[in-house]
């Protein structure tokens, strides 16, 4: 695509001509003003100059297309290139970009975009900003410089300022010229100011927002704010009555007569809208007295002497010593008393206790000795359910395992072959194929 020449050039001027980067907004749109907006937007060049100015949206986007010519071409003749291809950029021997410098890529498979508002400190200094492209399937890279010389604005900065919350766009989404140049359009219309700088443009998620659920084609949401050199209008001063207010308090959608102008393509929360009025604000700027660098005279300085004072640490070690060790002295001291000569014995205790009660317990005792002593001296033969009644082999009738007079209550859980003298043993098979009984 043929740009134009201003383009080419850089030239800050008004964004107001038509192809990729501008556009002439209709009657319907502005109504019978004509859109004047200090808005840069440029293409990708290597080493190119770009000269945005302090305080105004500065968009300068990274195409895929162009840095596809610095690779080699698709393995595969015939079939179009679509190699995945990321950008990283940082300030020239620094690791990261300046801190007004902003930069998105959703994928490998989209442009990259530098945006940001260039602030008044670093106007006339030139920013060299390091672009390096790196393609995803031959792991090459290539390389190109960014020069941004910053001017300064004659209105900068413009002293009424909105800041708007749009619900349904993403920062990438914002920064296309034909959906910013649509918003300023309808805030134009709104406000109706001669002059209408795009001031910066911030994601939702760099102000703390959550990442939106993939659901329903949620956004991210995006602040955009507008600078204009007249008063706020009555529609946008609605959000501050009473009543709004109140409504916003309850999370309820204030009343505004103008949203339908902006409902069309852009949904506003107006409670979250920011008016900032330059002209009523207090500078607290105070001016530094510098003086010649020199400290006032203080007198002569006067070291410590090297002859010490000896000191006596025999109070501190009684008092962090010994005194924490006789107080548990004196407590081991009291535990033992009550542990060892305040018990009562079991002469004590019966001294205590009535004579009938003494009786009870004695006969209890007494009767369950005997029960133990006649459970030791039970013969109850084992159940024949439990007891082999064939020989395994033979197939002859077994006879019990113990004798009647068997005191079955001291027989081992396991049994061995000593206790086992009746068990019949099982023939083991030998290797000349006879069998032993």
């Not at 902003?102 to 920013?127: C, F, H, M, W």
């Not at 001063?237 to 902006?262: A, G, H, W, Y």
């Not at 510098?290 to 203080?298: F, N, S, V």
Request: net charge neutral; charged share 20%; with cysteine.
């Amino acid at each position: 695509m043929q740009l134009p020449r201003w383009w080419e050039l850089g030239d800050p001027c008004a964004w107001t001509g038509q192809g990729r980067g501008t556009r002439r907004m209709s009657p319907a749109t502005t109504g019978t003003f004509l859109l004047t907006v200090y808005t840069i937007f440029s293409k990708v060049h290597s080493d190119r100059n770009v000269y945005p100015s302090a305080g105004v949206l500065f968009v300068h986007v990274l195409e895929r297309e162009y840095f596809k010519g610095e690779f080699p071409p698709y393995p595969k003749p015939g079939e179009i290139s679509n190699d995945p291809i990321t950008f990283n950029t940082n300030l020239m021997g620094y690791p990261d970009r300046p801190g007004w410098l902003r930069y998105i890529q959703r994928t490998p498979y989209s442009d990259g975009v530098l945006y940001g508002s260039p602030t008044a400190e670093n106007v006339g200094k030139p920013t060299i900003i390091e672009i390096t492209a790196y393609n995803r399937r031959t792991f090459e890279t290539a390389r190109h410089n960014l020069i941004i010389n910053i001017m300064s604005a004659e209105d900068f900065p413009l002293p009424y300022q909105a800041e708007f919350f749009i619900k349904n766009m993403n920062v990438e989404e914002m920064l296309a010229s034909e959906v910013l140049g649509d918003f300023l359009g309808a805030v134009k219309n709104v406000w109706q100011p001669e002059r209408l700088n795009a001031i910066n443009i911030t994601s939702a998620l760099d102000r703390g927002g959550r990442v939106p659920l993939p659901i329903n084609d949620m956004k991210e949401g995006v602040y955009v704010m507008v600078g204009a050199d007249v008063p706020f209008s009555s529609c946008l001063r609605e959000v501050e009555n009473p009543q709004n207010q109140l409504r916003c308090s309850q999370e309820m959608e204030p009343v505004i007569t103008c949203d339908k102008k902006f409902r069309t393509q852009f949904y506003i929360d107006w409670c979250k809208i920011s008016l900032v009025d330059k002209t009523k604000q207090v500078s607290t700027y105070q001016e530094v007295m510098r003086g010649e660098g020199i400290l006032p005279d203080g007198g002569e300085y006067k070291p410590p002497s090297d002859s010490l004072k000896s000191r006596d640490y025999y109070t501190d070690f009684l008092i962090t010593l010994a005194v924490p060790s006789a107080v548990a002295l004196v407590l081991f001291l009291i535990l033992a008393y009550i542990m060892c000569c305040r018990r009562e014995g079991v002469e004590k205790r019966n001294m205590q206790t009535p004579d009938i009660q003494l009786v009870h317990h004695s006969a209890i005792q007494k009767s369950t000795k005997e029960l133990r002593d006649m459970s030791k001296n039970r013969e109850i033969a084992w159940p024949l359910s439990t007891l082999p009644v064939f020989h395994p082999v033979t197939g002859e009738i077994i006879p019990p395992l113990h004798t009647d007079s068997y005191e079955s209550t001291n027989m081992p859980l396991m049994q061995t072959q000593q206790n086992l003298q009746h068990q019949t043993q099982i023939p083991q098979q030998q290797t000349t194929g006879k069998w032993y009984p």
